[in-house]
Nanobody, 115 residues
């Protein structure tokens, strides 16, 4: 089992920045990929960014503005978000996938971009 605790969401003005954090505990040795997803009201949950030991991937809509990073010593994944837009407003979920293909989700953190 893997437990995930997210933090860092909030209200920010357009053009502003936020950093999300997700700390993992439990069977952390089994974690392969760490990722961030987001879900806006009435929409499906979509991948924002993912990171493994081999690569990082981003949704086209956030390329150049968001950066995903991982601190293995702290078992934490971060999402640095810059030049935020109102359309980035969503609940952001941390996700990890183990080497056996199991997926775990955080509780979600609200990000609201509004003036």
């Amino acid at each position: 089992q893997v437990q995930l605790v997210e933090s860092g969401g909030g209200l920010v003005q357009p053009g502003g920045s936020l950093r999300l954090s997700c700390a993992a505990s439990g069977s952390i040795f089994s974690i392969n990929v760490m990722a961030w997803y987001r879900q806006a009201p009435g929409k499906q949950r979509d991948l924002v960014a993912a990171i493994s030991s081999a690569s990082t991937n981003y949704a086209d809509s956030v390329k150049g503005r968001f950066t995903i990073s991982r601190d293995n010593a702290k078992n934490t994944v971060y999402l640095q978000m810059k030049s935020l837009k109102p359309e980035d407003t969503a609940v952001y979920y941390c996700n990890v996938e183990t080497y056996t293909g199991r997926a775990y989700w955080g509780q979600g953190t609200q990000v609201t971009v509004s003036s």
